[in-house]
Structure formats: structure tokens, C-alpha cells
């Protein structure tokens, strides 16, 4: 069965704060895609990782992929609130998204000043 | 450029009844797949499709179906509805294949 777990699935933290979110994935792919929904919104694309080793950075957000390992972070530096929103990993097991998107729960992030 | 559009944004059906969602892509993007999300089941995969044609489907029964036109804008439709298919139904396109995907706003279906 193809499954992309995350954790945790909630967070709160206080603002200035370093954490880091967790996706593992069942089975092979070397597509992972990291999204982030607001209360109400729709899904905005934040990262594409397409090969192991990947690492990408926007602002304080820093998403890395082990495809050996099946597991992707989210890594968070300096928490502000305006990060406050649910994030979601999703992983195409298809090598070019025929069955689409597999996504994880999410990870329900508040940041408290 | 003009992202995923998707009409209506909010609809109230009765079960037995049908709907169809509307999606336009961003301009020049041919391939638009479907999601729906509920707070129980979270975001699965309906379907894409790809120069009018469908290339997969997720697991969801037939009453759920779509058709893309030639200038890319997709529908989809369900037909009986039930209580269960209330949901946030999300469009999606992209430029190629190894893009990621671009989100619409979303159309929340309340079926009563």
C-alpha cells in the first residue's frame, strides 16, 4: 500500500524556535513535493524535491529528501508567526504522477508569540 | 499570469442530486488533475487528465467523473450524491509531468 506518513501532526511552538517536521513514505519514489494550506485555502506549493539529496530553502523553511531512507524534513529556523498553517508532504509514486499525489495527513503548525 | 481558477466556490446540493465543478488551468498548462479533501480522509487523488484524455483515476466509484476540453479546462462531475461527498474539491495543473502542482482555490460542496 502506498502511504506518506508525517509527524507529528500537530505542533505548537513559540515563536524564534527551531523544529522540524517528518514525512516517510512506504516505497520508492524520488518525487516529493511539500505544500502549505491555510484555514480555508487552498494548497501552495513551497518545495520540489526530485532526487535524493535534494535540498531546498525559502526563507526560514528548509526541505531535504532521502530517497534511500524514504523520508523528507521540514525544517523550520527562527519561527515566526506568520508560518502558522498546515503543512503537507506528498510524494508521487508513479515517476510522473499517472495515480497523482499521495499526501500525508498534514502537520497542523501554530506558532505562539 | 492567472492561476487555477475553479467555479462555482461554493455549492449546496441534496442527495440524489448532481454537480459539476468547473477548472481553468494557468494558461499553457495541459494537464489538470482533481482531489478532493475531507477532514476524515484528508486530500486523495479523483483523477488527471492530459490533452483530453484521462490518464488515471484514484479510488473513488463511478459517480465521480470528469472530461478536459481542448483548451485544457476540465469539469467534473458527481452524480447521486451522498451525504459522504461533501468535501473541499481541489483542481490542480501543471506545465509537464515532473512540475509541481498548481492548486485552485477549491470548490466546498455541502450535500444536505
Known amino acids: 500500500e502506498l502511504k506518506v506518513e508525517q509527524n507529528p501532526l500537530f505542533l505548537s511552538m513559540q515563536e524564534g524556535k527551531n523544529y522540524t517536521i517528518y514525512c516517510n513514505y512506504s516505497?520508492?519514489?524520488?518525487?516529493l513535493y511539500w505544500y502549505r494550506q491555510d484555514p480555508g485555502k487552498s494548497l501552495e506549493s513551497l518545495f520540489v524535491?526530485?532526487?535524493?539529496?535534494a535540498v531546498k530553502q525559502e526563507g526560514r523553511l528548509m526541505a531535504s529528501l532521502d530517497t534511500k531512507a524514504r523520508l523528507s524534513t521540514l525544517h523550520i529556523t527562527a519561527a515566526v508567526h506568520d508560518l502558522s498553517a498546515t503543512y503537507f508532504c506528498?510524494?508521487?509514486?508513479?515517476?510522473?504522477?499517472?495515480?497523482?499525489?499521495?499526501f500525508g495527513k498534514g502537520t497542523h503548525l501554530i506558532i505562539q508569540p | 499570469k492567472a492561476g487555477v481558477t475553479q467555479t462555482p466556490r461554493y455549492l449546496i446540493k441534496t442527495r440524489g442530486q448532481q454537480v459539476t465543478l468547473s477548472c481553468s488551468p494557468i494558461?499553457?498548462?495541459?494537464?489538470v488533475s482533481w482531489y478532493q479533501q475531507t477532514p476524515g480522509q484528508g486530500l486523495q487523488f479523483l483523477f488527471e487528465?492530459?490533452?483530453?484524455?484521462?490518464?488515471n483515476k484514484g479510488n473513488f466509484p463511478g459517480r465521480f467523473s470528469g472530461r478536459q476540453f481542448s483548451n485544457s479546462r476540465s469539469e467534473m462531475n458527481v452524480s447521486t450524491l451522498e451525504l459522504g461527498d461533501s468535501a473541499l474539491y481541489l483542481c490542480?495543473?501543471?506545465?509537464?509531468?515532473?512540475?509541481?502542482?498548481?492548486f485552485g482555490p477549491g470548490t466546498r460542496l455541502l450535500v444536505l
Open positions: 516505497t520508492t519514489s524520488d518525487r
Open positions: 487528465y492530459f490533452s483530453e484524455t484521462q490518464r
Open positions: 506528498a510524494v508521487d509514486f508513479s515517476g510522473g504522477g499517472a495515480d497523482g499525489l499521495t
Open positions: 490542480a495543473s501543471r506545465a509537464n509531468f515532473f512540475e509541481t502542482q498548481y
Open positions: 524535491l526530485l532526487s535524493n539529496g
Open positions: 494558461s499553457g498548462h495541459r494537464s
